[in-house]
């Protein structure tokens, strides 16, 4: 395999300029983490899927798992570099050309400390798509969620209906998680534990015990709890979909797969899909879909697609002069997992995390052994799913997720959108300082929010608004994870490695020491992140259902030959990171396709 150093340099990481990254990147190289691309395509495919991210490099994989039917699978972006694949870089790829990096329109309840109220918002662009991104959290979600997707019109998404694929899709590595009966092996996606522990994981552990909390599974028996969790990684290196899915079938002949190929337009003949039309090396292209066009652009991309082709609101459309094929609320039950933050230093003597990283030791321990800083994926130590009623609620059913997240000043500077005033008087102080900072996540946002077109330029970013914190119970649960992070950094554990929260607040809060719900509240109204789980704008369930695009097989209401297979049907987001429900998503809806394939048996 041929390694572009130079290419690879060009990404602003922490050891772009290190002596070691030729040693390194041949190090990486024995896993493979991008498969062959075509340079031609035929004029018509059985199957075309838009979109190569978790959920359509997956679709192409298993239905190019059928010989008789062929697959083009088309993706704007490229192939991820190799040192995409290292755990601890991936905030470093955002603002890259594996990013799309967008922003959403100015938020009404939140965002008085960034720049023009908009948060900015990354969603991967790539062979491999957002798992390309994320922090390779291995997380399902709850029960529940699945039980209220079926109850609320999904039928067949029950829990019990999708374990199966949450199995089909795993290699789980640890022997100690194939004992319980909720993992298993063999599947293409490489699951195990991180393989750094780090002082910081050390503490956090210590004060998790302290504070009566327990230690769970969060995607086995129980939720409810602080889990050491597992990662999407392959010998610690990033497992993205494109590795684990189409690595495998590059050379199967049905399947073409082209990258650098922008869809403009679902094509129609009446209220059939029948193919696309995507720009390809300066060129606009069409190519005709025999069977069926599924797209698999995620919850933003996704619906952009469909209301350029002329399927979603009619008013929306007619406005923009789009011909309407069919009135559907594509764009609506817009919802992603918002979080607040609180921002901590560490002891002294603890690097700060770029220092760390690029440090010739950390490099070499990880060419090694596969150990140490840059094998922690996003540098997160630990999670946890809890509620407002403490370490043993009556239900497993968390209200937010916690995380502590060493970062950079880079990333405080540049990655939440601050006014530069702002920043100024909150970071700048400390930006020596080795940082942490922790994350409350909400889970089950109850706000509401839309994808629209900014106009009919296929180039032009969707105005995308979450409408973060519409309602006040998404306030509640995120300042419930706050306090759980005050008493975590207050335990007698923490103690060793001196976490302090800053001293400096926000321009128009009041410090109250201990912080108060008025303090928590005002810091929401300045500033929150997006944990980019945005999912529920195609919404599935009961087509009966006016507020639902696609019906529980995932086909687009009101015409034929179209469905859409990404995090954007979810009814409603899973409780945790949707990287691998996504996923699932897809594994099963290729199973239901496979199974009305019939070849010939000659």
């Excluded at 359509?56 to 993706?75: D, Y």
């Excluded at 979600?141 to 199995?167: H, I």
Aim: aromatic content about 8%.
């Amino acid at each position: 395999m041929e390694i572009n150093v130079a290419a690879e340099r060009a990404y602003n990481t922490p050891i772009s300029n290190s002596p070691l990254l030729p040693l390194l990147l041949i190090s990486l190289a024995t896993h493979k983490n991008a498969p062959k691309q075509a340079t031609s395509f035929k004029d018509e495919y059985d199957y075309i899927v838009v979109g190569a991210g978790s959920a359509g490099s997956v679709m192409a994989s298993r239905l190019s798992e059928v010989p008789c039917v062929s697959i083009l699978l088309l993706e704007a972006g490229h192939a991820a570099p190799l040192i995409n694949d290292i755990p601890a870089l991936a905030r470093n790829f955002w603002f890259s050309d594996l990013d799309w990096a967008y922003k959403t329109v100015p938020q009404k309840n939140t965002g008085e400390s960034l720049v023009n109220r908009q948060v900015i918002f990354p969603a991967g662009k790539g062979l491999g798509g957002s798992s390309l991104l994320n922090a390779m959290i291995h997380s399902r979600g709850n029960r529940k969620n699945y039980d209220d997707w079926s109850a609320q019109g999904a039928k067949g998404w029950s829990y019990d209906e999708v374990f199966p694929y949450f199995l089909k899709l795993e290699d789980n590595q640890n022997p100690e998680y194939l004992k319980s009966g909720y993992h298993a092996s063999g599947g293409p996606l490489t699951i195990m534990k991180p393989t750094y522990t780090s002082e910081v994981k050390d503490s956090l552990m210590g004060a998790v015990k302290e504070l009566g909390y327990e230690i769970v599974d969060s995607n086995g028996a129980k939720q409810t709890g602080f889990d050491d969790f597992q990662a999407t990684s392959r010998n610690s290196q990033r497992c993205s979909t494109a590795k684990a899915y189409l690595v495998p079938a590059e050379n199967r002949t049905n399947l073409d797969i082209i990258t650098g190929a922008h869809v403009r337009r679902i094509l129609f003949e009446g209220t059939r899909a029948v193919g696309v039309a995507f720009d390809y090396k300066n060129m606009t292209e069409e190519v005709k879909a025999k069977r069926e066009v599924i797209v698999s652009s995620g919850a933003i991309n996704s619906p952009k697609l469909l209301m350029l082709s002329g399927i979603g609101p009619k008013e929306h459309l007619e406005k923009l002069n789009i011909s309407v094929i069919a009135d559907l609320p594509v764009g609506d039950n817009f919802q992603d997992h918002c979080s607040g933050f609180l921002p901590y230093t560490l002891r002294s003597d603890i690097l700060p995390i770029n220092q760390r990283l690029q440090d010739n030791q950390t490099i070499l321990e990880y060419i090694d052994q596969r150990k140490g800083q840059l094998a922690s994926p996003t540098n997160v130590p630990i999670t946890a799913f809890l509620n407002a009623q403490g370490p043993h609620p009556d239900v497993d059913f968390p209200d937010y997720q916690i995380y502590f997240v060493e970062i950079s000043k880079h990333i405080a500077k540049t990655q939440i959108g601050f006014q530069e005033k702002v920043f100024d008087k909150i970071f700048r102080r400390y930006e020596n300082n080795t940082l942490i900072i922790c994350l409350s996540q909400l889970l089950n946002p109850k706000s509401r929010g839309t994808v629209r077109l900014q106009s009919t330029d296929p180039y032009d970013p969707p105005l995308i608004d979450p409408n973060y914190l519409d309602d006040p119970s998404d306030i509640d649960d995120i300042i419930a994870g706050f306090k759980t992070c005050k008493d975590i950094a207050l335990s007698k554990a923490m103690k060793h490695v001196r976490l302090k929260l800053f001293k400096t607040i926000y321009p128009n809060c009041m410090r109250d020491v201990p912080y108060m719900d008025r303090v928590y509240k005002c810091l929401l109204r300045n500033a929150i992140i997006t944990i980019s789980h945005q999912s529920g704008t195609c919404k599935m369930g009961d087509p009966k259902d006016n507020t639902t695009v696609v019906d529980p097989k995932l086909r687009v209401k009101g015409v034929k030959g179209l469905r859409v297979v990404d995090a954007s049907i979810m009814p409603t987001v899973t409780s945790g990171n949707t990287n691998i429900p996504t996923i699932m998503i897809a594994e099963k809806i290729s199973d239901n396709i496979k199974q009305t394939i019939q070849c010939p048996t000659n």
